[in-house]
């Protein structure tokens, strides 16, 4: 009898952890939470962080410089596959999220971290390699920026805050 009172809550317990594990993942599989728009660090369980120099990701602009008002072409590619991701300008100066996303590629969307759409993230878990995005700078100065992008390869393996070369801000005459 007492084996089969183990059995049955060996049972138990997995069912229950693999229950939990599947709500928890299925959370996240629609994009990142508004509370990973300071740190954008992922909120999933016990993941793994690796270092935001990688040679599996980039992020490149179409331009080096822009005035303000523009709109600047983000590209992230990868050599992996990666699930989620969540993109951000921030200004140089203070870390300040910044701008807003005006077009996004299937697989995406918009989140408000300070502003409407200042913020991307991934809205479904299928595979994803190579994204453009279109980001519009504000109508007033707000100094030079970067992107920062945190890539999610799977729920328990990321990397944070990968960045982009400054984009320098000019001033029109």
């Known amino acids: 009898m007492e084996d089969g009172r183990r059995v049955l809550v060996a049972i138990a317990g997995w069912a229950c952890t693999t229950l939990c594990l599947a709500s928890y993942a299925a959370a996240f599989s629609h994009g990142a939470s508004l509370s990973a ?6 909120k999933h369980l016990r993941v793994q962080l690796h270092s935001p120099s990688n040679n599996y990701f980039t992020v490149h602009t179409n ?3 822009f ?6 072409t983000v590209t992230v590619r990868s050599t992996q596959d990666f699930m989620g991701f969540l993109l951000q300008a921030r200004q140089v100066s203070n870390d300040e999220i910044t701008g807003t996303f005006v077009f996004i590629p299937p697989g995406s969307k918009l989140l408000t971290c300070s502003e409407d759409g200042d913020t991307v993230t ?15 700078a504000p109508d007033q100065p707000i100094g030079d920026i970067k992107f920062f992008i945190s890539i999610v390869q799977s729920y328990f393996v990321y990397w944070a805050k990968i960045e982009s070369a400054i984009v320098a801000q000019r001033q029109q005459n």
Do not use: Q
Request: charged share 25%.
């Open 37 to 42: 728009c300071t740190d954008m660090m992922p």
């Open 67 to 72: 005035f303000p008002g523009d709109k600047v």
């Open 63 to 65: 331009v080096s410089f």
């Open 122 to 136: 991934h809205s479904d878990k299928s595979l994803k390699r190579n994204l453009s995005f279109v980001w519009k």
